[in-house]
């Protein structure tokens, strides 16, 4: 069975050293990486860096390199890709599972103020805080470039692009990160807000907890929904599970036509 995983992030790679540990007989397992990590961390198996060039061309991928499932374990943000992944498995009835870890959830003493994108998170930040630690990835700082009147601290893993904001200094680093470590940032820079995305995970959850320590709000962009029908599991393990159950060139998926990961994954819509 021929195994794609569109990875790139901490669950993906997890999935990949389970799968190489799960040893089944004639189980070849591939991750793509988007490529926009300067030096990623490489998972057992094959590997492709690289775009697809749209749903057309990972459809054509799926089916020149007989692949028999396919899990879209991007990052939560990843909406484009994860759109793609929902397209060609539904054209080419390749079964899909998105795996997808739980987003954040506030707790007492959190003040969150929610956001829909990065552009409604910068409406936001004048009335809450002068002094930004901004980890919203060096992607997406094109809607906080006109803030003039604020200073941002930038945290990623490689170096952000233009455009972004002017008074700005970039912290290149990658998690995981303590919760003395993230405290000890925001004293130094004299942070006052935070805007960071709905990543979820341990990794770099302990900003969070130091904000709440400090009193400071958290400006927290809300993560876009999975395509629809396409099942989603929070773990490695559990995708895992359903990969057992996938049954290689099999015409309706691991349970058949009626079956829970039929129809739902492939009839109708199958880098902090």
């Keep these: 069975m021929h195994v794609l995983i569109l ?113 409604e998170a910068a409406e936001l930040l004048p009335s809450l805080g002068r002094r930004v630690f901004l980890t919203t990835g060096r992607l997406g700082l094109a809607a906080f470039a006109a803030l003039d009147d604020l200073w941002f601290l930038v ?12 008074r700005m200094e970039v912290l290149l680093d990658r998690g995981p990160f303590t919760f003395d470590g993230e405290r000890e940032l925001l004293r130094r820079h004299r942070i006052d807000v935070l805007v960071t995305k709905d990543s979820g995970g341990a990794a770099t959850a302990p900003k969070l907890a130091a904000a709440r320590a400090a009193g400071l709000p958290v400006v927290v962009v809300r993560r876009p929904p999975a395509p629809a029908g396409v099942r989603v599991v929070a773990g490695p393990e559990q995708a895992l599970e359903w990969l057992r159950g996938v049954e290689p060139d099999g015409p309706d998926g691991p349970d058949g036509p009626d079956g829970p990961d039929g129809p739902d994954e492939r009839g109708e819509r199958a880098g902090e």
């Design 155 to 166: 945290r990623s893993v490689d170096a952000p692009e233009a455009p972004a904001p002017s």
């Design 7 to 119: 990875g790139g992030t901490t669950e993906a790679r997890r999935l990949a050293e389970l799968l190489a540990a799960d040893a089944r007989p004639g189980t070849r397992v591939t991750t793509s990486l988007a490529g926009r990590v300067a030096a990623p961390r490489l998972p057992p198996g094959e590997v492709r860096v690289g775009g697809f060039g749209g749903a057309e061309g990972l459809a054509a991928w799926l089916g020149g390199h007989a692949v028999d499932a396919l899990v879209d374990a991007t990052h939560p943000f990843a909406g484009t890709v994860s759109r793609n992944a929902a397209k060609a498995a539904a054209d080419t009835g390749v079964p899909l599972l998105a795996l997808r870890r739980p987003g954040w959830v506030p707790v007492a003493g959190d003040v969150w103020h929610e956001a829909a994108s990065p552009a």
